[in-house]
């Protein structure tokens, strides 16, 4: 009987370790998690970048220029769909031009965590600059760990975009 009860409190505490540990972030954490984005976008690893992503993932995304500004809301399937064209371009333009120049800084401005350690919400600005082009964006994701997975589950963001002088 002794042994039951101690083997029912070992599965309790490791079932407690496992859901809490599991589902709770820390700002250590959603710093690692987004240097493996700055990694994958690094290397223009479009398939990386969309396992970072939520299966119910939404982003809306103000784009602004000197002439025009355009609101668009995607899905995850429409985001990673549109990354991987504009990876396989910037893939197929190198193939042709030979390596270009391309400068990508990204900020976390501030990590605030939920009171239960499960989300986060992210304040980051970046810059993107590549020949004849920059943008500028400021925006605000929103990260949650389940089950010891960490992934985007919405992204907000302006961009200011124009000519690189």
């Known amino acids: 009987m002794k042994f039951l009860v101690s083997l029912a409190v070992v599965i309790a505490a490791v079932a407690g370790i496992y859901q809490w540990g599991g589902n709770s972030l820390s700002e250590r954490q959603v710093r690692a998690f987004y240097?493996?984005?700055?990694e994958a976008m690094?290397?223009?690893?479009?398939?990386?970048?969309?396992?970072?992503?939520a299966e119910d993932y939404q982003q809306s995304v103000v784009m602004k220029t000197e002439n025009a500004?355009?609101?668009?809301?995607?899905?995850?399937?429409e985001y990673c769909a549109e990354l991987a064209r504009t990876m396989d371009m910037m893939?197929?333009?190198?193939?042709?031009?030979?390596?270009?120049?391309?400068?990508?800084?990204?900020?976390?401005?501030?990590?605030?965590?939920?009171?239960?350690?499960?989300t986060a919400?992210?304040?980051l600005s970046s810059v993107l600059e590549i020949p004849g082009m920059r943008m500028v964006s400021r925006g605000r994701d929103t990260i949650e760990r389940n089950r010891w997975k960490v992934l985007v589950t919405r992204s907000v963001a302006v961009v200011h975009a124009g000519a690189n002088h």
Not at 104 to 109: G, V
Request: with cysteine.
């Open 35 to 38: 240097e493996r984005a700055d």
């Open 42 to 53: 690094a290397i223009a690893d479009d398939k990386a970048l969309c396992e970072l992503l």
């Open 69 to 77: 500004q355009s609101e668009r809301s995607l899905g995850k399937k």
């Open 91 to 118: 893939r197929q333009l190198q193939a042709q031009l030979g390596r270009i120049p391309l400068r990508h800084q990204q900020t976390i401005k501030s990590i605030t965590l939920s009171e239960d350690g499960s």
């Open 121 to 123: 919400k992210v304040e």
